[in-house]
T-cell receptor
Framework: DADVTQTPRNRITKTGKRIMLECSQTKGHDRMYWYRQDPGLGLRLIYY???????NKGEISDGYSVSRQAQAKFSLSLESAIPNQTALYFCATSDRNSNTEAFFGQGTRLTVV | KQEVTQIPAALSVPEGENLVLNCSFTDSAIYNLQWFRQDPGKGLTSLLL?????REQTSGRLNASLDKSSGRSTLYIAASQPGDSATYLCAVRVFSGTYKYIFGTGTRLKVLA
């Protein structure tokens, strides 16, 4: 089983719909992240969470919200999807030590039509 | 603001060649640098993690170096194989209010049989 699991893997949704992307991890890490990847722009941070009670905005949080339901679960919601939110979304985890590596999920390819 | 650049954006080489991928960053105040591999439709696989105090790390045919003072890292792949074809991403871990990863835009590598 993967350390970081994202569901769904692929999703097509209509403009204006609400959609939730889910992430769960078995690493026991405190920190979880949501990134989006667009061609030519690299990965950009949407939100991150250092524990269940600590949620922080990243560089591109507008139009998104998150929920940290448990240490192992971190979900990303698009309240009202728009076409420019079409992207590849990644969840990642790391522990609190600044020197450890990050682990990524397989990604969710979201298309908003 | 930390920026991470990867050159070239794409690279095509014949099988068996030794090759170097470049990653540069604008602020030397990093905690570590991580190289990832991304296959189409799949997540990011961590290849090598170099701590800020280290100069290089090796794993099999891969060797990554880090020169913090000049803001550069290189990923050396020896005896390239078609299975090495993927996009390679570098990311630096920095502190900007909190610990974050800043990603480059990647180098898309194709190794021809």
């Amino acid at each position: 089983d993967a350390d970081v699991t994202q569901t769904p893997r692929n999703r097509i949704t209509k403009t204006g719909k609400r959609i939730m992307l889910e992430c769960s991890q078995t690493k026991g890490h405190d920190r979880m992240y949501w990134y989006r990847q667009d061609p030519g722009l690299g990965l950009r941070l949407i939100y991150y969470s250092f524990d269940v009670k600590d949620i922080n905005k990243g560089e591109i949080s507008d139009g998104y919200s998150v929920s940290r339901q448990a240490q192992a679960k971190f979900s990303l919601s698009l309240e009202s999807a728009i076409p420019n939110q079409t992207a590849l979304y990644f969840c990642a985890t790391s522990d609190r030590n600044s020197n450890t590596e990050a682990f990524f999920g397989q990604g969710t390819r979201l298309t908003v039509v | 603001k930390q920026e991470v650049t990867q050159i070239p954006a794409a690279l095509s080489v014949p099988e068996g060649e030794n090759l170097v991928l470049n990653c540069s960053f604008t602020d030397s105040a990093i905690y570590n640098l991580q190289w990832f591999r991304q296959d189409p439709g799949k997540g990011l696989t961590s290849l090598l993690l170099i701590q800020s105090s280290q100069r290089e790390q090796t794993s099999g045919r891969l060797n990554a170096s880090l020169d913090k003072s000049s803001g550069r890292s290189t990923l050396y792949i020896a005896a390239s194989q078609p299975g090495d074809s993927a996009t390679y991403l570098c990311a630096v871990r920095v502190f900007s209010g909190t610990y974050k990863y800043i990603f480059g835009t990647g180098t898309r590598l194709k190794v021809l049989a």
